[in-house]
C-alpha cells in the first residue's frame, strides 16, 4: 500500500514526502527507512498530560 501512494504521489507531481514518526517508535523507524525515507533530523516536541511526546520528520525525495 505505501508503494502505490509514493507512486500515486509521484504521478501526480509532487517532488518529495514528508511524515513524523514518533522518536521511541524504532519498528515504524525502520519500516520508513526501508522504503527510502529519511531522518532529516527535525523534531516536533509537544506535552500531553505532563508526558512529552517527540516526533522526527522523515522525507522520501522522488528521483
Same mark, same amino acid.
Given at each position: 500500500?505505501? /508503494?502505490?501512494?509514493?507512486?500515486?504521489?509521484?504521478?501526480?507531481?509532487?517532488? $518529495?514526502i514528508?511524515?513524523?514518526?514518533? #522518536?521511541?517508535?524504532? /519498528?515504524?523507524?525502520?519500516?520508513?527507512?526501508?522504503?527510502g525515507?529519511?531522518? $532529516?533530523?527535525?523534531?516536533?516536541?509537544? #506535552?500531553?498530560?505532563?508526558?512529552?511526546?517527540?516526533?522526527?520528520?522523515?522525507?522520501?525525495?522522488?528521483?
Open positions: 500500500m505505501l /508503494r502505490f501512494e509514493i507512486d500515486d504521489m509521484r504521478l501526480s507531481g509532487f517532488s $518529495n514528508y511524515l513524523w514518526v514518533l #522518536e521511541e517508535n524504532q /519498528r515504524a523507524r525502520k519500516f520508513y527507512e526501508k522504503h525515507f529519511y531522518c $532529516n533530523n527535525d523534531v516536533y516536541t509537544i #506535552e500531553i498530560m505532563d508526558k512529552k511526546i517527540t516526533d522526527v520528520r522523515y522525507i522520501y525525495t522522488f528521483k
